[in-house]
């Protein structure tokens, strides 16, 4: 996510911000909106992210900016993808331009963290997400008679809550249990917005072929033990090795499928395996009213609390992991 805008004399002249991938970058976007472009060789470019330096799915933003001899130009911050990291700026300076890297650079890199954290962690932004009740329980103590109908912790404004977060994020992962428990459709059907690809953990394929996630209406990546070759267009499975520690691996496969978030949504074995390896950047949990007494615990987390916010009767608190 980029934003450009141009100043001359203290004033704007031009702006813009990257729209969709393929298509042209902030600067681009900026330079095209100035009406009079004879004012660009005196004018103050500013870039929330260093302008690329290389051929990708549109030309070098650099060279568009050396092109029309734009004299000043503020970078927010640099680019952590390996193929610019300091080369469009170096290309810019070597051009003659007066360039300024770091300017509001936190919130630059807070606005890009999930590309950042991909491009330098080589793993996608991690959001751990959960629900409780007031007593401290995930789910409810299994009866014979209980169907995979999802029993509600929070209220439906929470909901819609997640639903939106889910439009907001790349993937979304859950474990075998949920899945066969609750038989979840994983999409955003309570919001407007971009289904987020569904990743599931499935070691030893127990999870019944009617379930809602082999629908094949939202890409779907599984995570097994062993090659399936019943793959669909929408449905691909992904083998890695469940004696070893396996998040290493889940990463690796959702670095090489070029997630670059994802929304941890249980279950409880899922969460725990990623709360016990630190390998997380966000937490969002609800706390509800209702009390269960017994059955699911919930996780235990620590780490500073960076927000609550009361949603009607619930409260959503919000971690974030400084590690």
């Not at 393929?22 to 004879?38: F, L």
């Not at 929470?158 to 979840?184: C, F, Y």
């Not at 017994?294 to 971690?319: F, R």
């Amino acid at each position: 996510m980029v934003g450009s805008v141009i100043v001359y004399e203290g004033r704007i002249i031009g702006e813009g911000w990257h729209k969709k991938a393929g298509e042209p970058h902030a600067e681009v976007n900026a330079i095209r909106s100035v009406k009079d472009k004879a004012l660009l060789k005196k004018a103050t470019i500013y870039v929330s992210l260093e302008p690329c330096s290389h051929f990708g799915k549109t030309p070098p933003c650099c060279d568009l900016i050396i092109e029309h001899k734009i004299p000043n130009v503020v970078v927010g911050t640099v680019d952590p993808n390996e193929k610019v990291a300091g080369r469009g700026i170096k290309k810019i300076i070597e051009a003659g331009a007066n360039v300024t890297v770091g300017v509001l650079e936190e919130d630059c890199n807070e606005l890009n963290k999930r590309f950042f954290t991909f491009h330098q962690k080589k793993r996608p932004y991690i959001i751990l997400k959960w629900a409780k009740t007031e007593d401290g329980f995930l789910a409810p103590e299994k009866t014979e008679q209980q169907d995979r109908k999802p029993i509600w912790i929070t209220n439906p404004y929470s909901r819609q809550l997640v639903h939106k977060w889910r439009s907001e994020e790349q993937a979304i992962m859950v474990g075998t249990q949920t899945v066969i428990d609750d038989n979840p459709k994983l999409n955003v059907r309570d919001w407007s917005g971009n289904n987020p690809v569904r990743v599931v953990l499935d070691q030893n394929s127990r999870i019944s072929k009617d379930s809602f996630i082999f629908d094949n209406s939202v890409k779907t990546i599984v995570i097994t033990k062993s090659e399936i070759v019943s793959e669909k267009e929408n449905l691909t499975f992904a083998v890695i090795d469940f004696n070893q520690n396996i998040i290493p691996q889940v990463l690796d496969v959702l670095y090489q499928n070029q997630i670059q978030s994802i929304l941890i949504e249980g279950g409880l074995q899922t969460l725990q395996t990623f709360i016990d390896q630190n390998i997380w950047d966000e937490a969002r949990i609800f706390k509800g009213k209702s009390l269960f007494g017994k059955g699911t615990k919930a996780p235990v987390l620590s780490g500073k609390i960076s927000g609550k916010i009361n949603i009607e009767n619930d409260e959503l608190i919000q971690i974030r992991n400084h590690d």
